[in-house]
């Protein structure tokens, strides 16, 4: 029955048309058409009632009705966190809400890869969009499950939960998630709730899920191949698991364990054999049944393994035998590849290039920049000395004199160019004590083997005056020079000045090409600086050089070293005539240029050389006869010298690699005697040794920490003192898994300490090798640490993966924040007090069926026959 | 039924259905119609004459059909009630009207945002006002969203018509963490949406498409900026503090920083520094050995040439932890011995304590606090000090004396010992010599012909040297290597009590701090005895409660005696069954506290990247105008179209009758 008592009009003013309803009775009484009287009168009868109706729909009647003024959302996290079991609760608690929410308007918002409305799709048509349990709970089973780098973000959820709750006085928001947020502050979405007095229900999604993983792999690195390698698995569990535990090296498996392990951390130690050198690829993989986030069951690292030892040999057959046969007792065995000549670079694929009594004049930039290279980059190389001299003057050995640790002298560039050089000897009545002029003329006469051919030499001897006791003339032998020398009588003052003039003008008409004067007093002289040494700077203005040398503590030295210094050449200082001949032989040396000594000398051992280590304490070393000389550089490592501390064996560093240097030759004229010796054989192997062994990186340490895909790298060092070391220039390589090697240099950001960040490949892991390759002082300064520390980094899993899968009082903390319930049933959630609001339910509809109908009984009315009539 | 209009009330099926049967039974009636009768007359003349001209008679009854099939047919449409449907076009409608109606602002919420322009605001700030005035003249029918770009995007507000939700939403804009990642906050807008890329990123330039707009309202700033900062105690000698700082000049023009280094109550020091453009420069700083405390590297004044001011404020501080270390403390215990004294007394920063074996029984008890003691011929009663260097032992002490020794010769040194490193000491010449007694665990360090000369220990309570010949006695105090051999003995003495660990770790403000209920994920935890903070949830719940309190405010507000100033500067965070990514706000010295445990950490940038502010993104400045506010040429639908069908029906009801009775 239809309660037209309740009904009211929204437009009554409609009613007005009702006055039209006498124009039908008008019609029909001033109709001509002659209808029976029945039927006209039935059919305004019925046209009235119609046209009634008609106006009554017209006044909109309604009647109004009271329902909930409620509305809710529930925002449902679907993140990877989510395992089936959590969803399917979520689902089942989501269909009981939806029989209890009856007619409350209800969406729902999905928290997944994007953060969407759902549902609303299937319910077009309809008023108003609401959702049906069932619906609902089937899109929440077959949602898929966002990607773990998406995380969990459950303000962006709230967020849109709340600007989709439908208008109603009560509004309420129900989130159904595990709380292992990862992304974003839910506070902020928080406080919008609040501050629209919307509470926000949550419904626990637990207990918590098995998170289980790999944390880090870390193998022992820089193992020799042929040697077991150690891989340490760090492996993490949120509770008792056991399973199976693979190690793959170059994708193929290489060890498995079973492990039982939980909770907490726990380490697993796997072992394998690596098959070759270089740098392989390892993956751990670990099976534990139950494990809802695979995605952390995987650890990667890269692994180094050093090759069996190997040398290239390059030099004359019978060095490369002699000192092959040097290290034929070297264990683990080097295998040795011999060559006459240096190959092409890359020498990369050698543990050490060995190159004896090189023709430096000869080698091409492209093998002097590829051995520069390959000690960079942590190669080891062995040279000597021998008949080549070691010659440096090339520009493109430039480079590599750089790295060598003992500087040689400039010989002449192209050719040795005629010289001339004249002595200038004291002879005044001071040189007759204790034979000194004898002993300065012996010196000189030894140092004349070094000039060139076509050089000339003459001897002044001064006193008071000067005199010629050899004049300038082609140097035809020493013999000519001693006899004339052994004819001096010494006598008279020391008038250096007038010797100098007259050297001057024997030189100025020379045309050799080096011209110079060496200067030898032993006293004062009674012409100075001051008055006369404009005869100096005229000399070098026509290039000729001059040096001094003082001997005896009674010389004038101050004197002497302002005429070398204005004289453009070099002043020594002999407190002993005995130290002569070696000053005359140094500065013959700076004069013609020449690094090759050959004479025979005594070596000295450096105690505690780490390069001895294989020699006994007193190994009496044979006499060499010849080596190339030069200076050691600061910063270097002596292990063997010559009496007067000139460098035979000496090492250095250079970036990341070494360089020894053996400035005499090995097999060759110089080394005849150690040919015999029983401890060669155990110097080479030692030096060998000592080159190969991988520096100890004492008070050394690299720290890497990684964050999804950023690593970042920090190496540590102390000097031996164990003060920090600040003046380092530290780089790390960094070799990925796809890609190319590349360095990074890694500034100082504390006391000792340098870091840098960089970008991992999102698959793989790389090999970062650290070293400090110089200082910022320079080679004045002391050397950098030697030793490259590895570490093996690859990118951590999402965030997602890694965290929690429960965090209840997160949640509670939500609930309270809002107001809200905490794991509430839906009874709960509905059944509470609401307002209610009035709702206008229109009733036109079933006016306009009746006027239809009414019509169209009218039309059938018209058309009514009765029989007879 | 034409697009855009839908039924409301019956489908649209039931209406041609309703339609269909009423216009049947019309049309039926017509055909059911009664016809005139057909009357034969001889002549029509008169009948012409006299009946009046009628038309057809057929044509009223087809009009009264028509009229009739237009009542049914307007009563079902009213019953249908059709009403026209309220749904936004689609994108592609809306980009053929050459109208975008889903707007999506995307703000740069990275620390470089935090600059300060020449008017005083920060570029964030700058944004949101922009964006505010932009809201408040934004089409009506556009919605609109925002998205925060930080290490990971946030939805701040939506895409929607809620308007007042925005302006929340950019009210509240501040910076978040370092770094901001773009791509991703682009990512997560709808797709069709015009974005707008508010952002000084200077590689922004990359993300502009025709739907996505960079915009940088902003211009460049000079910046000076602390880009590194860390102490470290040497564990070595001196005993010291080392401080290394790294400036920055991020502007074109040179600068001058007064940078200074302070505690909680206590300026340490400070320097000016001067930087070129673009300059990097470290500075070193040694002090005296500090108590464990945190430290903060501040610049407090940055002056450019050109006038210009430093722009990013957060970038002028850094913050360390002081590394405990153990000033050096040495005891000689000898009657007089002028070679260790002098010796001693040589070593950097070492306090040297002399006394008289005599006056041993007083100082014993303190013996062990000293790196080393010295016994010179002296061997004490009782307990022996953990550390002790005896020279030339008497018997009976804990390196047994065998003989005496007259000129020894040495023949063999422990280069292999720490004492030794690096010595070379040949053909050392002794007068005389104790000749010990190795024990089991005893080095050799100095060997004879006889025996031992010299002997390291090294057991589970200490360390200790035995030297069996007075250094006067040999000619060791004339060579280099004994100084170096003292270094080395204290060295090695203090090898592992140097230093202490710093009071606590070190974090950069862009990762995450992975804390669990057992403490923060690689990182050592202090123990404590503290109550747990109060847990809202049950004690076996899940999880725990983590106090994250900043000390540097905790502090300012205990000095002001503001005791909810301290509690505010603790704030709660929960943690579930394992860890979770932390994100710090703001740089500074923090304190995690958890359920029997502590860490504290000091918290730096970490990437300098966001200090460059003098360039910026390749832009479009000018703002994209919205729409054209339409002139609405509909009224709002106050009548329902079944309203007017009614209507007309009803007239064509009276119209029809008024034909029937024709």
């Known amino acids: 029955m239809i309660d037209l008592s309740s009904w009211q009009l929204a437009a009554p003013s409609a009613l007005w048309a009702l006055l039209l309803l006498p124009l039908l009775a008008l019609l029909r009484e001033r109709s001509p058409a002659g209808h029976p009287a029945w039927r006209s009168f039935g059919a305004m009868l019925l046209r009235g009632v119609a046209f009634a109706v008609l106006v009554l729909a017209l006044a909109q009647p309604f009647v109004e009705t009271t329902v909930p003024d409620r509305s809710a959302v529930f925002v449902v996290d679907a993140s990877t966190s989510l395992d089936p079991t959590r969803t399917e609760a979520a689902a089942t608690w989501l269909q009981q809400a939806m029989g209890e929410a009856a007619d409350v308007p209800v969406r729902a918002v999905l928290a997944g890869e994007v953060t969407e409305l759902i549902g609303l799709e299937a319910l077009a048509g309809e008023a108003a969009p609401t959702l049906r349990g069932g619906d609902l709970a089937s899109a929440v089973r077959t949602a898929p499950r966002a990607g773990a780098s998406a995380g969990t973000d459950l303000r962006s959820a709230l967020e849109v939960g709340l600007a989709n709750l439908p208008e109603a006085r009560h509004r309420e928001l129900v989130l159904l998630s595990d709380g292992a947020a990862t992304r974003g502050r839910v506070d902020e979405a928080l406080r919008v709730a609040s501050a629209r007095d919307i509470p926000v229900h949550v419904v626990p999604l637990g207990p918590p899920a098995l998170r289980t993983g790999v944390v880090r792999l870390v193998p022992l690195q820089d193992q020799l191949h042929g040697d077991e390698v150690t891989v340490e698995a760090h492996l993490d569990s949120n509770a008792p698991v056991t399973g199976e535990l693979t190690l793959l090296a170059n994708g193929r498996s290489v060890a498995t364990a079973s492990v039982g392990f939980g909770p907490g951390p726990h380490t697993e130690t796997l072992t394998f054999t690596p098959d070759r050198g270089g740098v392989h690829d390892l993956r751990v993989e670990l099976a534990v049944a139950g494990d809802a986030r695979p995605d952390d069951d995987v650890g990667l690292a890269r692994l180094r393994v050093k090759p069996r030892p190997t040398a290239l040999v390059v030099g004359p057959s019978e060095q490369a035998r002699a000192l092959r046969a040097a290290v034929a007792g070297y264990v683990p065995e080097l295998r040795v590849e011999a060559r006459t000549e240096l190959p092409a670079p890359p020498y990369d694929d050698h543990s050490m290039v060995v190159v004896l009594d090189p023709d430096l004049k000869a080698l091409d930039g492209k093998r002097t920049r590829g051995l520069v290279d390959y000690v960079g980059g942590g190669g080891r190389l062995l040279m000597t000395g021998g008949q080549q001299g070691l010659v440096t003057d090339e520009t493109q050995t430039e480079v590599l004199a750089e790295i060598l640790p003992v500087k040689f002298p400039k010989t002449k560039k192209k050719q040795r160019a005629p010289l001339s050089v004249v002595y200038c000897l004291d002879t005044s009545d001071s040189m007759a004590n204790g034979a000194k002029f004898e002993l300065a003329a012996a010196a000189l006469a030894q140092s004349l083997y070094l000039l060139p051919e076509g050089g000339r030499v003459g001897i002044l001897g001064f006193s008071d005056l000067p005199h010629w006791v050899h004049p300038l003339s082609d140097f035809m032998g020493s013999d000519p020079v001693i006899g004339a020398l052994s004819q001096v009588r010494v006598r008279g003052g020391t008038s250096i000045y007038h010797a100098l003039q007259q050297a001057y003008d024997a030189l100025k008409a020379d045309d050799a090409l080096v011209k110079h004067v060496v200067l030898l007093s032993d006293g004062q002289s009674t012409t100075t600086f001051a008055r006369h040494g404009d005869v100096v700077t005229a000399m070098l203005r026509r290039r000729i050089t001059v040096s001094t040398i003082a001997v005896s503590a009674d010389s004038d030295r101050s004197e002497m070293e302002r005429i070398a210094e204005a004289g453009g050449g070099r002043a020594y200082y002999a407190k002993r005539f005995d130290q002569l001949p070696q000053l005359f032989l140094d500065e013959m040396m700076q004069v013609t240029r020449t690094n090759k000594i050959d004479k025979e000398f005594d070596v000295h051992p450096v105690v505690g050389s780490r390069f001895l280590e294989r020699l006994p304490e007193d190994p009496g070393y044979p006499a060499l006869k010849g080596y190339v000389r030069g200076e050691q550089r600061p910063g270097t490592e002596l292990a063997l010298a010559t009496a007067d501390g000139h460098p035979v064996l000496v090492a250095g560093r250079y970036k990341r690699g070494q360089v020894v240097l053996f400035t005499s030759d090995v097999g060759g004229a110089w080394s005849q005697e150690w040919q015999d010796w029983e401890q060669h054989g155990a110097l080479w192997e030692g030096v060998v040794e000592a080159l190969l062994r991988p520096e100890p990186p004492d008070r050394l340490a690299l720290r890497t920490r990684v964050e999804g895909r950023t690593a970042t790298i920090e190496y540590d060092a102390m000097d031996p003192l164990m003060n920090p070391r600040g003046d380092l220039v530290v780089e790390a390589i960094v070799d990925p898994t796809d890609g190319d090697a590349y360095a990074v240099p890694l500034a100082p950001t504390g006391p000792g300490r340098y870091a840098a960040t960089v970008q991992l490949p999102e698959a793989g892991a790389a090999l970062i090798r650290t070293a400090a390759v110089g200082t910022t002082i320079g080679r004045d300064g002391p050397p950098a640490p030697g030793g490259e520390l590895l570490a093996s980094v690859a990118a951590t899993p999402p965030e997602e993966v890694r965290a929690a899968t429960f965090n209840p009082r997160a949640l509670r903390r939500i609930a309270e924040q809002t107001r809200g319930l905490y794991a509430p049933t839906p009874a709960e959630v509905f059944g509470s007090d609401a307002p209610e609001r009035i709702v206008r339910e229109a009733r036109h509809a079933m006016l306009l069926w009746a006027a239809l109908a009414l019509l169209l009984l009218d039309l059938g009315w018209r058309r009514l026959r009765i029989p007879g009539r | ?662």
């Not at chain 2, 302006?167 to 990642?181: E, H, K, M, N």
């Not at chain 2, 719940?541 to 000095?559: N, P, R, Y």
């Not at chain 2, 929960?574 to 860890?579: C, E, L, S, T």
Request: proline share 8%; no cysteine; charged share 25%.
């Open chain 2, 1 to 662: 039924m034409p697009e855009g209009w839908t039924f409301q009330g019956l489908p649209a099926g039931q209406v041609a259905l309703v339609a269909g049967i009423g216009a049947a039974l019309v049309i039926l009636y017509f055909l059911l119609r009664p016809r005139p009768p057909v009357v034969e007359v001889s002549s029509h003349v008169l009948w012409d004459k006299v009946l009046p001209k009628r038309r057809n008679p057929l044509l009223k009854e087809l009009l009264m059909v028509a009229l009739q099939l237009a009542a049914v047919v307007a009563l079902a449409l009213a019953l249908g009630d059709p009403r026209k449907d309220d749904d936004e076009d689609t994108a592609a409608e809306q980009l053929a009207d050459g109208v975008i109606l889903e707007r999506v602002w995307v703000v740069d919420r990275s620390l470089s945002m935090g600059a300060v322009d020449a008017d005083g605001r920060t570029r964030i700030d700058r944004v949101g006002r922009l964006l505010r005035d932009e809201l408040a003249g934004l089409d009506p029918r556009v919605s609109v969203g925002v998205i925060g770009a930080s290490s990971t995007p946030e939805l701040l507000a939506p895409v929607g018509l809620d308007r007042e939700r925005v302006a929340l939403a950019l009210r509240l804009l501040d910076v978040d963490g370092v770094t901001a990642d773009l791509s991703a906050a682009v990512a997560m807008s709808p797709p069709g949406a015009l974005v707008e890329v508010f952002t000084d990123a200077a590689d922004a330039g990359a993300l502009a498409t025709d739907r996505i707009v960079i915009r940088a309202p902003f211009e460049p700033r000079a910046n000076v900026a602390i880009t590194a900062f860390d102490l470290r105690a040497s564990e070595g000698i001196p005993a010291e503090e080392e401080a290394v700082v790294r400036l920055s000049n991020r502007s074109t023009s040179p600068a001058e920083v007064e940078l200074r280094l302070e505690t909680v109550d206590s300026i340490l020091g400070q320097a000016t520094v001067m930087l070129a453009p673009g300059a990097e420069v470290v500075r070193r700083y040694r002090f005296r050995p500090l108590d464990g405390s945190g430290i903060e590297a501040v610049l407090r004044r940055i002056t450019f040439e050109d006038g210009s001011h430093d722009a990013l404020a957060a970038d002028d501080r850094a913050y360390a932890w002081v590394q405990p270390v153990t000033p050096i403390s040495v005891l000689l215990v000898t009657d007089g011995n002028r070679f260790l004294e002098r010796v001693l007394s040589l070593l950097p920063g070492a306090s040297v304590d002399r006394i008289k074996p005599a006056a041993w029984s007083r100082r014993a008890g303190s013996a062990d606090a000293y790196d080393v003691v010295f016994l010179d011929g002296f061997v004490p009663n009782g307990r022996q000090p953990a550390r002790a260097f005896y020279v030339a032992p008497p018997a009976g002490g804990p390196f047994a004396v065998e003989r005496m020794v007259a000129a020894p010769a040495v023949t063999d040194w422990n280069h292999d010992h720490p004492l030794f490193k690096g010595l070379v000491l040949r053909d050392l010449h002794v007068q005389t010599s104790a000749v010990l007694t190795a024990g089991p665990d005893d080095v050799r360090l100095i060997g004879s012909p006889a025996g031992p000369l010299a002997l390291a220990r090294e057991t589970a309570s200490g360390r200790s040297v035995g030297w069996g010949f007075d250094f006067g006695a040999s000619d060791l105090p004339l060579r280099l290597a004994f100084p170096q051999t003292m270094v080395n003995t204290l060295l090695w003495m203090r090898d592992g009590r140097a230093v202490g660990q710093p009071p606590g770790g070190r974090h950069a403000l862009g990762d995450p701090l992975w804390v669990g209920p057992d403490g923060v994920s690689g990182a050592p935890r202090a123990e404590t005895n503290d109550e747990v903070a109060a847990s809202a949830g049950g004690d076996d719940e899940v999880g725990a409660w983590i106090g994250l309190t900043d000390l540097g405010q905790q502090a300012v507000a205990l000095a002001q005696d503001d005791e909810r100033g301290a509690q505010r500067a603790t704030t709660r965070w929960a943690v579930g069954d394992g860890p979770r990514p932390l994100r710090l706000p703001h740089p500074g010295l923090w304190r995690l506290d958890g359920p029997g445990w502590s860490y504290d950490v000091a918290v730096n940038l970490g990437d300098n990247s966001e200090s460059s502010l003098a360039s910026l993104p390749a832009h479009d400045g000018a703002r994209i105008e919205p729409p054209p506010v339409l002139v609405a040429d509909e009224e709002p639908d106050r009548n329902p179209l079944w309203l007017l069908l009614a209507l007309g029906t009803g007239a064509v009801l009276l119209g029809e009758f008024g034909l029937y009775t024709r």
